[in-house]
């Protein structure tokens, strides 16, 4: 089949006219009550033609030809994207549903083969170029979110088995010794497993914090439900144990540097951080309501800490959150839109302290993320800069030549979804200095200041908060392929879907987006009411003693000293760097107390008379082990 920019323009015409024609007979047809079963069909013939007019006027190469066209049937562009989007969301539903629970074992249609455990959710069935078929911690976590909510509000009962089998099959992963550790000394901040639910024992950026605090959350709201429905049995028995080692895990080791959600840069990481803090403030009250009170004053304490280090993310002089504090990067990131919409409480309003959809700083922010996209993408080419653009991880991406995200594209369109959703209930929209700017973007008329529900100001800015929501979805419905399946990404040049296939993440994605859209509002977590400490505590977790020995032959006068990446090392401060002992010479001792359960890198130097040498690259680098002590054993290099 041709692509569509290359077929005649006649057929644009013709699905047009097929289009309208179909569509007044529906109407028609049900004024005159012509059988329901006639009508249904010709209701549901508009979508497919509507989704292949949309094709064909995107193919055009003007906007101008797509504008005329539009404006012969008396259809605006926003209009015309509004049904767009309609058809979108109709079709592409049942798709994304089942191409999720396709890729969960054991009976996944995608999982046949690859022999996923039973609740083990494959990344995605691409076994090369990318191999994707493990599961992580976090999409697991993420994708069961999904189908718990989904379950929780009622809309497919069927979900319980399933989630029974997640609960079953994460026990099992926690159990389970790895790289990072075992289940007391590390192992549950290992991002990737086996779909046997064996270790994973490859090359990986290991120590990732995001996973237990998402799988506690994914847990927490099934067992909210459950209590509501009398089985708080179950709760205590099976569901706690799980859920308390994660969120020990959490309090303990939140302070830590890890690898962030795309598992490429060791720092501090926003989303992190955020779904850390939503997840003890979630434990805190579970624990109340099944009386396991002790571990409420701990959780407490550092949920606080990780709200007060949540601030430091913000860059007011830019206006939009550094999502990594580490890796040399802009930090401009859908990190922060995916925290932003993972966080949401509606009962919290707009509030900035825990950068809520609506709130002026993610608002903010979310305008300057976007627009990083706008200029290097080839498909963004030509689109107004006040639209709906794709957008991908982060502009400085270079993983398979950087590309759009379906996942991130619409995590844009659920943050303005979901700001729209607590709009509407307040009854008004504050406009500050710091979101001025976003909303300028679409009435340039606008000046700061709070817009009730009877304003005109209020309506405008409603209408055209939905018009550029639905155009995130409209540009994710343009690149979607005829089928529905949705791949990790997409051609930032032609949009042809590009890396993993059917990725688990982008079909949860979708799903959370549409639902957003539909104004389903999820279930507060807590965020209403929290105060920021005005003094940020730590918690630097459990130190464990590490002995660095290095065999190096020395002349006199000279010593060896140490120095590398954390506090304890001196943060590769030359003059502060840690004196080796030589009473076993040749080989050169210090026993140091550092962080467990650390990514530590380090380097020997020799000082004689004021002179100092390093010793050749590369870093010395190893994990610390989460308790006990361990012994480095070096040569000078």
């Keep these: ?21 179909l569509s007044l007979f529906a109407s028609v ?14 209701i549901n013939q508009p979508f497919y033609f509507g ?48 191409g999720l629970l396709a890729n969960i074992g054991p009976s996944g249609a995608k999982c046949l083969g690859a022999k996923a455990s039973p609740g083990v959710v494959i990344a995605s069935p691409s076994t090369t170029d990318p191999n994707y078929v493990y599961t992580w911690t976090r999409d697991s976590s993420l994708v069961f979110k999904t189908i718990i909510d989904q379950f929780t509000r009622g809309e497919d009962s069927s979900f319980r088995t399933l989630i029974d089998q997640f609960v079953a099959a994460e026990a099992q992963l926690q ?55 009398s089985n708080t049995t179950f709760v205590t028995n099976t569901l706690w144990p799980i859920i308390k080692l994660d969120l020990d895990y959490v309090s303990t080791f939140w302070n830590q540097s890890s690898f962030d959600l795309w598992e490429e840069i060791n720092s501090s990481s926003f989303f992190t951080t955020a779904v850390q803090h939503r997840a ?4 805190i009250t579970l624990a109340q309501k099944i009386g396991q009170t002790s571990v409420v004053s701990d ?60 709130s002026d700083k993610a608002l903010s922010n979310l305008k300057v993320y976007v627009d990083s996209f706008r ?19 982060y502009p400085e991406d270079v993983y398979f030549n950087g590309n759009p995200w379906y996942l991130s594209t619409a995590a844009v369109a659920e943050q303005l979804y979901d700001a729209l959703i607590v709009w509407k209930a307040q009854g008004f929209i504050q406009v500050t200095s710091t979101s001025l700017a976003f909303f300028e973007q679409l009435s340039p008329s606008v000046v700061a200041g ?60 979708t799903l959370t987006a549409f639902a957003a859209r539909k104004g389903i509002v999820p279930v507060s977590w807590g965020a209403k009411g929290l105060e920021v400490p005005t003094i940020c505590g730590t918690n630097t977790g459990p130190i464990v003693q590490v002995t660095f020995n290095v065999y190096a032959t020395t002349q006199p006068g000279e010593n060896i000293f140490l120095t590398g990446s954390v506090d304890a090392l001196q943060n590769w401060s030359p003059d502060k760097a840690l004196a080796l002992s030589s009473a076993n010479y040749p080989t050169w001792s210090v026993t140091v107390a550092v962080p467990a359960n650390t990514n530590i890198e380090y380097k020997y130097i020799r000082k004689s008379n004021g002179k100092l040498e390093w010793e050749s690259d590369p870093n010395n680098a190893f994990t610390s082990p989460a308790s006990g002590s361990s012994v480095r054993s070096d040569t000078w290099r």
């Design 450 to 509: 709070t817009y009730s529900s009877s304003t005109s100001t209020f309506t405008t800015l409603i209408s055209a908060v939905q018009t550029y929501a639905d155009g995130f979805l409209a540009i994710n419905a343009k690149y979607t392929p005829s089928n529905g399946g949705l791949s990790e990404q997409y051609s930032k040049t032609d949009g042809t879907p590009l890396s993993a296939v059917d990725l688990t993440w982008s079909y949860a994605s």
């Design 51 to 98: 989704s292949r007019i949309l094709h064909q006027l995107q193919a055009l190469p003007l906007p101008s030809m797509r504008s005329t066209l539009l404006s012969m049937l008396g259809l605006s562009s926003a209009v015309f994207q509004l049904t767009t989007v309609d058809q979108y969301v109709a079709t592409e539903y049942p798709i994304a549903k089942e």
């Design 280 to 283: 003890l403030r979630e434990g």
């Design 375 to 393: 200029s290097i993408y080839s498909i963004n080419s030509g689109i107004a800069a006040n639209a709906a653009v794709a957008t991908g991880r």
């Design 175 to 229: 159990e389970t010794s790895n790289p990072s550790g075992t289940i007391s000394t590390g192992g549950l901040g290992e991002p990737k497993f086996n779909i046997d639910m064996s270790a994973f024992t490859g090359p990986w950026g290991s120590f990732i914090l995001d996973g237990p605090a998402l799988r506690s959350t994914a847990m927490i709201t099934y067992a909210n439900w459950l209590i509501a429905n």
């Design 29 to 42: 047809g049900r004024l005159f009550f012509i059988r329901p079963k006639i009508v249904l069909e010709y």
């Design 299 to 358: 959780y407490a304490t550092q949920a606080d800490n990780t709200l007060c280090f949540l601030q430091s993310y913000w860059n007011p002089s830019n206006g939009y959150i550094t999502s990594n504090t580490g890796g040399g990067r802009s930090g401009k990131d859908s990190n922060s839109v995916l925290a932003s919409i993972h966080t949401f409480d509606s009962l919290a309003g707009c509030d900035a302290a825990t950068f809520q959809p609506c």
């Design 1 to 21: 089949m041709e692509p569509p920019a290359t077929r005649p323009r006649s057929l644009s015409f013709s699905l047009i006219f097929a289009f309208v024609a």
